[in-house]
C-alpha cells in the first residue's frame, strides 16, 4: 500500500523507526502514534517506502 501523500510517508517513518527502536514511541504524535499501534513493520515499511516525486505534501491537495 503506497503513501498518498509526503506527510502520510514521514508519519510512517517516524512509526517505523520507533517500532526499530531507534526513537522512542513516548515521544510521537497524532498519525505516527496511531501508525505505530494498529500497523505492523512491513506495513510500515511499505508506506515509509514509497518515493515522493508526485506526491501532495498533504493527503487533500493535488
Keep these: 500500500m503506497p503513501a498518498k501523500s509526503k506527510a502520510q510517508q514521514m508519519a510512517a517513518g517516524a512509526a517505523l523507526a520507533a517500532k526499530r527502536d531507534h526513537s522512542k514511541a513516548q ?13 505492523d513493520k512491513k506495513e510500515l515499511h511499505d508506506l515509509a517506502a514509497t518515493p515522493r516525486r508526485g506526491k501532495p505534501k498533504h493527503a487533500g491537495e493535488g
Design 27 to 39: 515521544e510521537l504524535k497524532g498519525a505516527s502514534k496511531s501508525m505505530y499501534k494498529s500497523m
